[in-house]
């Protein structure tokens, strides 16, 4: 945000507009403070992703434009603007790259809609070099150590043939469970807990969502965050939860239902 020059207005009376959108947000839950607002508001709510859809959230949408298949929200962005006969401008167009590139990877992921729309932007926003350097950002001190903690209370698993790893840690979840995937795990559940509230994030290998056919966001987000009482969803490969309860609990509750689902 800080290299596109985007500023963010973080209170605000969302009854004072007409319609809210809100992206790239597979639980209501993820909205945090802004939730109870959310769920409250009377005004017409747009919902566009990319995630398995949560029942709750897609309840209280007018309108949604989800389609799982997509390689990121961005994509669908993009191609709502097309559908409707305009051209982002500059800056649109960068950060709707950016987010391309992020959610497929450097590219690595995606179909002919994916480059279609990338080649599209990228004659508006260009040149490609520029948008991969903007993601080159160096983690944190506290996201290493994070990292680094994730690895060494990394408790080992193995489910027939594959390697599944669960850890605890207080924050950066998600960039934790990459991190033990990237070590060589076909599976990492990371649990995090905050104010008596847990966070996970569930990742796997394209391998293994193709060899199993077991969809994290689908086959265990969703089951996970209703049994716990809160909320879950993502995609084949990576998904997310926030709820209650105690973390070990639900490291023992997500290794069993995987399991289960493996055999």
Not at 38 to 43: G, L, T
Not at 69 to 81: G, M, N
Not at 83 to 102: D, E, M, N, T
């Amino acid at each position: 945000m800080d290299k596109i020059g985007i500023d963010v207005v973080e209170e605000v009376d969302i009854d004072e507009y007409k319609t809210v959108f809100i992206l790239d947000t597979a639980t209501i839950e993820q909205l945090e403070e802004f939730r109870e607002v959310v769920k409250s508001s009377k005004i017409p709510k747009i919902i566009v992703d990319h995630h398995t859809p949560h029942p709750f959230t897609l309840a209280l949408a007018k309108l949604s434009f989800i389609d799982e298949y997509v390689s990121s929200t961005c994509e669908i962005v993009y191609k709502l603007w097309e559908a409707c006969g305009y051209k982002p401008q500059f800056s649109v167009a960068r950060v709707l790259l950016i987010g391309i590139a992020f959610d497929t990877r450097r590219f690595i992921l995606g179909d002919a809609g994916t480059f279609k729309a990338v080649s599209d932007l990228l004659d508006i926003a260009g040149p490609i070099e520029v948008v991969i350097n903007s993601l080159n950002t160096p983690f944190s001190c506290s996201e290493i150590i994070a990292r680094i903690k994730a690895a060494q209370r990394m408790k080992f698993h193995q489910f027939n043939n594959w390697i599944v790893v669960s850890s605890h840690i207080s924050s950066f979840q998600s960039s934790s469970a990459r991190a033990l995937i990237g070590l060589g795990a076909d599976v990492a559940f990371i649990v995090g807990e905050e104010s008596g509230l847990i966070r996970a994030s569930l990742r796997s290998t394209e391998r293994f969502h193709a060899d199993t056919s077991i969809h994290l966001g689908r086959d265990l987000a969703l089951s996970l965050g209703e049994e716990f009482g809160g909320a879950g969803s993502g995609h084949p490969t990576a998904a997310g939860i926030n709820s209650a309860g105690d973390p070990n609990n639900f490291l023992s509750r997500a290794l069993e239902m995987l399991k289960e689902k493996i055999s």
